[in-house]
């Protein structure tokens, strides 16, 4: 990585989407080179390419230069948009890989973003919609963004035929609230969506007790949904997924997912989804380990105050993005032990001084 006053540069392919977040929302250009030079296969993949044509749809002045062997780009961003905007997306990855960095920038758009995105719902690679809509969206609740905000499963499609449909909804803000959360609490309830589509709809009752056989010796009150979409809702190809979310007594949430693979029975993937849930909640802390880049950009943007989070140990991911936001925004974290007088304890305090971020898009009702 190399530091200039106007431009931000990078090589590789790995952590493109944060990147490009964090260089629209500061306003910042980057450049990304060295994209799978060694590959047989360089280049941009039609994921990615098709990740830089929806931020060209939810933003207005970006200027995104690829070179002629895709193994590098250039992005020149302009103002976060917003307004309605419809969506294709290539079956080589799920919805949820184009929805994470839409989420991070829709607050701070000129209009409510109102966003309709076509494509696998559910994959082993990236969140399922239901846990966007049962966990991501709580966690921007937490910075006060809430009122409009929405995410509808008009239509679910799995791997690899996909065939779903989703609108997300989001409101704007002028700024975000200061995060202090540390008080992780007692877990004190369980809620989970399994889901079959074009298979025997009762391989979501089969999900469903697997799970509970787990979860009953833990706690009683355990809810999980059995969702079945049927005909043109259903998507183009079969398949089931359990997704299950622990809350706690403070709103803390931990979540796990899996999906449906050839040869794999319902139970196993049920047991499987539970058993991930479970090493989630070992980790402990405010925010899993899925939503940690989430929860810290937010923390960097917000008001100027301390603004504070208890986590589980930072993932690879995580580490590279508070690198990321120190170059773009000039935000350290001070990171100490939760519990210094525990030796057993391995959760974290995250703290920072917010940007006092100010959304200068907006419209001025």
């Known amino acids: 990585m190399s530091l200039n006053a106007s431009l931000i540069t990078f090589s590789g392919h790995q952590h493109l989407r944060l990147r490009l977040v964090l260089s629209i929302l500061s306003g910042k250009a980057v450049k990304i080179d060295k994209i799978r030079s060694e590959d047989k296969n360089p280049g941009l993949r039609d994921y990615e390419i098709s990740l830089l044509r929806l931020l060209e749809k939810l933003t207005n002045g970006t200027v995104i230069e690829i070179s002629v062997t895709g193994t590098a780009i250039l992005l020149k961003p302009g103002i976060i948009f917003g307004g309605p905007i419809t969506h294709e997306c290539p079956l080589s990855r799920s919805i949820g890989y184009f929805l994470e960095p839409v989420i991070m920038l829709a607050p701070f758009a000129k209009k409510p973003v109102q966003l309709t995105i076509r494509g696998i719902t559910t994959d ?10 049962t966990v991501t969206l709580p966690h921007l609740q937490l910075f006060g963004i809430s009122d409009g905000l929405e995410l509808r499963i008009k239509k679910r499609g799995a791997s690899p035929e996909g065939g779903g449909e989703v609108q997300f909804l989001s409101p704007i803000v002028k700024q975000v609230k200061t995060l202090n959360f540390v008080e992780p609490g007692k877990i004190k309830r369980v809620r989970g969506i399994a889901h079959a589509v074009r298979v025997n709809p009762q391989f979501s009752n089969r999900m469903i007790e697997a799970a509970r056989s787990i979860l009953n010796r833990y706690i009683p009150d355990i809810y999980l949904y059995s969702d079945v979409y049927k005909g043109s809702e259903s998507g183009k190809s079969p398949g089931y997924a359990l997704s299950i979310l622990a809350e706690s007594t403070t709103g803390a949430m931990h979540c796990a997912e899996a999906t449906s693979r050839p040869g794999v029975a319902p ?15 070992e980790k402990g802390g ?21 603004g504070r989070c208890r986590m589980g140990e930072p993932t690879t991911r995580t580490i590279q993005f508070l690198r990321d936001a120190r170059a773009f925004f000039g935000t350290s974290f001070k990171i100490v032990q939760a519990d210094p007088e525990n030796s057993n304890c391995t959760q974290l305090l995250y703290s920072c001084y917010g940007t006092g971020y100010i959304n200068a898009n907006r419209t001025i009702a």
């Open 267 to 281: 139970e196993d993937i049920a047991l499987q989804a539970t058993r991930a849930l479970l090493a989630e909640l």
């Open 124 to 133: 082993d690679n990236d969140l399922s919609v239901d846990l966007f809509r």
């Open 286 to 306: 405010c925010v899993d380990r899925k939503h940690q880049c989430l929860v810290l950009l937010f923390m960097v943007l917000g008001s100027e105050d301390v």
